[in-house]
């Protein structure tokens, strides 16, 4: 075999191998129950609010979870709610179901992290940051769906956290390899892996049964399908993720961001330009992420 050719078929075995072995992994990090409970009941339209608040409350923690979240600034609610019943009279099912997705994901996955490995803290601090900023930018273009883009942003990367846990050699040599070479995570990913936390996150959103569009916007983070059915969302994660990094950057962190295709901007109709007047708001937004973090990880 020619040395390209040779390359290429590496490459395809590595990134099969990987993938074949997550679905193989007998222990991987699952939804709490309550989740598909939830959403199976949901699906039916004579399920009730009293039955769908009745089965959340079976996991305190969760529940407390979704207390947490609604009574916080993310909301910004003039008064407390103190029931999961009075939660989805003010706010509705839809809004019940994204939080359940983000209580349910933060209690899956926020396992302590090893001495070594990625860094949780900073792993969560990035995924709250982005899902501050998707939210305040979906506002901002008037999609109507800005919780969706802050759970798109929360769970964007959960792709390295399965690479933390299963694949930790692996991790471990990325991590190297990027701050050797002075690349992204992602770029060091695909020339050591063949495979990124972006094709690893779907596969297990989808192994969650998580909805279409957040299994299509985690693979396609680093990599835009512009025609694809869920291009815009993506576009929105690709923009909230630089910003995020770039944000963290200013305090000092020096990981190379990764590339944002520029179609971005476009697909959403936005200008780069537009960032500046929005500064002193996303800076604000970030502060909020914060105590929205400390809340979620308490
Ligand atoms: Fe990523
Ligand atoms: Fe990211």
């Given at each position: 075999m020619r040395d390209f050719e040779e390359a290429v078929y590496c490459e395809t075995v590595a990134k099969e191998n990987l993938l074949e072995q997550l679905a193989d992994i007998r222990d991987l990090p699952t939804l709490p129950t309550v989740f598909m409970r939830i959403m199976r009941l949901m699906q039916s339209k004579e399920t009730s609010i009293r039955e769908i608040s009745q089965v959340v409350e079976m996991d305190q923690s969760i529940a407390m979870k979704i207390l947490r979240?609604?009574?916080s600034s993310f909301y910004g609610l003039s008064r407390s709610v103190y029931?999961?019943?009075?939660?989805i009279v003010l706010l509705g099912a839809n809004t019940l179901k994204?939080?359940?997705i983000t209580a349910s994901v933060f209690q899956a996955l926020s396992r302590r992290s090893r001495e070594a490995g990625l860094n949780r803290e900073a792993f969560w601090k990035h995924a709250m940051d982005c899902g501050m900023i998707a939210r305040y930018l979906d506002d901002k273009i008037n999609s109507g769906r800005e919780e969706e883009g802050f759970i798109c942003g929360i769970i964007h990367d959960i792709g390295k956290v399965v690479l933390d846990q299963y694949f930790h050699d692996k991790l471990l040599a990325v991590l190297s390899e990027a701050r050797k070479e002075g690349i992204s995570f992602y770029q060091a990913e695909r020339e050591l892996l063949g495979v990124s936390h972006a094709e690893i996150g779907s596969k297990l959103a989808d192994l969650w049964y998580l909805p279409d569009n957040?299994?299509?916007?985690?693979?396609?983070h680093h990599e835009l399908r512009p025609d694809g059915e869920?291009?815009?969302?993506a576009a929105l994660i690709q923009i909230s993720d630089m910003l995020a990094h770039r944000f963290q950057e200013r305090k000092g962190r020096a990981d190379p961001i990764p590339e944002m295709d520029p179609l971005c901007w476009h697909l959403l109709?936005?200008?780069p330009g537009q960032l500046d007047a929005w500064n002193d708001d996303l800076k604000a937004e970030l502060e909020k992420a914060d105590e929205l973090?400390?809340?979620m990880l308490e």
């Open positions: 979240l609604i009574n029931s999961v019943q009075q939660a994204n939080i359940l957040l299994v299509e916007v985690i693979a396609q869920y291009a815009r969302q109709d936005l200008d973090l400390l809340l």
